[in-house]
């Protein structure tokens, strides 16, 4: 484009040059006729002044054709004369217009690398543009995975709750049962060991052992129930942390979706607002083209110069405008190709990465992330997650079967004394039986 416009503007200048050298030998050529004239006008003076003063008609004639020669060829001295000043005004005023289209072309010149200039800046922002779209929608696709991942989270630590919860319901209805049974078999063997100091020696020395074995189990219950109030502590502990956690949880999604939304509206504003910016300052490039297109166009008129420079650059800034939007079409996609093998080139583990890829070195290696990774062990997926260590899983069936056996120990018991009382004293006594199931319910 700017060859073409050079090519014009060399043209230019030469017709300019062969005009003023036309009009210089034109100059020339009237100098000549009229010092060929004035050359006359002396001969015919001489030939005046040298005829003899003879009044006859031939001599009036002759002088009368001499003077009309003498006053035609005056006449046409002063149109040379004329012309002469008009053709010198005409070459002096000639470079003048000649600097104004010298001006009117540098002028052009430098709109043009302007526009240039302008759409190198557009081809750039547009890039930009581009790359910060697909950053913020790879940001978002990372809240998205986020997000879903802490749904899952929260799920099952709602479903770990219910079960606790359900499992601290079963326990407390047990241990209620249990205290219940064993408040009123100590009441009943109260009652026994009571009636059983009115029956005798042998009595006596049997409920004083029962008494013992009594204290004994009491000690054992009250530490059970001891235990089994800790561990409902504990557990309600733990309820009290999954809630919170879950709290955690729905607010951060929340969070996640807030921010996603305002980086749309963002994005979305952004564009907008470039996109008008282009259009306005386009504008304004081609209005200000035309007001100068114009104003050479009547220039040219005014100076007789035919309007074919004014189409002939016209046409140049239209093919030029066509070459420059089909070039940007073409480099965009190969930038944008440029970035994304430069983006998926590896990275190391950061705070916020997820650790699912081969990315990961711990993850590339067959290994699993630890202490001494970059990443977070919340958001970190190649972790090892291990179970949730509860007490109530171990230690609460054997409490439960402990607390049933005793049950079963003192119904027993509360049998045979019964039969004992009806029969009379001649039978086995309690305590042998009583000692036997006890330990053969610790054996167990």
Known sequence: M????????????????????????????????????????????????????????????????????????????????????IKSQFSVQRPKGDEATKRSQFEIQNLKAQKVQLQCKLKVESLQLRLNKTSHEKEILQLRREYTRNQFQMNKLLDANRRLKMVVQRKTIEASMATKRLKELLESRQTLSRRGRKAG???ETNAGIQSLGHDSELTTLHALCAEY???MEVMDEESDKLKEEAEELRQENLRYQLEERETLSLEKGFDINELKEEVVSISGLFRELRLQKEELEQVNKAQGVSSHSSTVVASNLSTEEGTSLSESEHSIPSVAARYKNESSTCCSCSKKSLCKTSKCVCRSNGGSCGASCGCIASKCSNRVKLPLQLNDDSSGPEIASHGTMLLQNA?????????????????????????????QGRKI
């Open 2 to 85: 700017m060859k073409k416009i050079k090519r014009c503007g060399s043209k230019q200048p030469a017709t300019a040059l062969d005009n003023h050298q036309d009009c210089q030998t034109r100059v020339r050529e009237l100098e000549q006729q009229n010092n060929s004239f004035q050359k006359e006008i002396e001969e015919l003076k001489y030939k005046l002044a040298n005829v003899p003063s003879i009044s006859t008609d031939s001599a009036m004639k002759v002088k009368e054709d001499y003077l009309e020669k003498l006053t035609t060829l005056q006449d046409q001295v002063a149109d040379l004369k004329n012309k002469l000043e």
């Open 201 to 203: 020696t042998r009595n």
């Open 229 to 231: 109030e800790r561990q």
């Open 411 to 439: 119904l027993l018991e509360q049998q045979p004394s019964e039969k004992n009382d009806h029969q009379g004293p001649s039978k086995k006594p309690l305590t042998d039986i009583g000692n036997i199931r006890l330990r």
